[in-house]
C-alpha cells in the first residue's frame, strides 16, 4: 500500500492551495480517508475525514475554510484549502487504514 501526496507550496495569507494524495495497492473505495498535519514541535492532528459516500468531517480549525473530498475511481484524495492563514503552516499527510504518506509541505507566510 502507497500514498503519495502533492500540491503543497508557499502562498501568502489569504491564498489557497489544493493538495492531493493519490494511492495504490489498496481497496480505496469502501474506506474512509483522512487529512492530517503537523507543525515543527507540535504533534500530528487531525485536520479532515471522508467517508466513503463523500461525507466530510473537520476539525473545528479548518472548518468553513478547506474541503474535503475524494475521486474513488482514481483512488484520489483532495484537501482545497481557502484563505490561509500562517497557522496552516505544516507538513499535510494522508492516511488510510493505517497507511500514511510521506507528507507534503504547506507554508503561509507574507
Known amino acids: 500500500v502507497q500514498l503519495v501526496e502533492s500540491g503543497g507550496g508557499f502562498v501568502q495569507p489569504g491564498g489557497s492551495l489544493r493538495l492531493s494524495c493519490v494511492a495504490s495497492?489498496?481497496?480505496?473505495?469502501?474506506?474512509?480517508v483522512h487529512w492530517y498535519r503537523q507543525s515543527p514541535g507540535n504533534q500530528r492532528e487531525w485536520v479532515a475525514t471522508?467517508?466513503?459516500?463523500?461525507?466530510?468531517l473537520y476539525a473545528d480549525s479548518v472548518k468553513g475554510r478547506f474541503t474535503i473530498s475524494r475521486d474513488n475511481a482514481k483512488k484520489s484524495l483532495y484537501l482545497q484549502m481557502n484563505s490561509l492563514k500562517p497557522d496552516d503552516t505544516a507538513v499535510y499527510y494522508c492516511?488510510?487504514?493505517?497507511?500514511w504518506g510521506q507528507g507534503t509541505q504547506v507554508t503561509v507566510s507574507s
Open positions: 492516511r488510510i487504514i493505517n497507511t
Open positions: 495497492g489498496t481497496i480505496f473505495d469502501i474506506y474512509a
Open positions: 471522508v467517508g466513503p459516500a463523500g461525507n466530510g
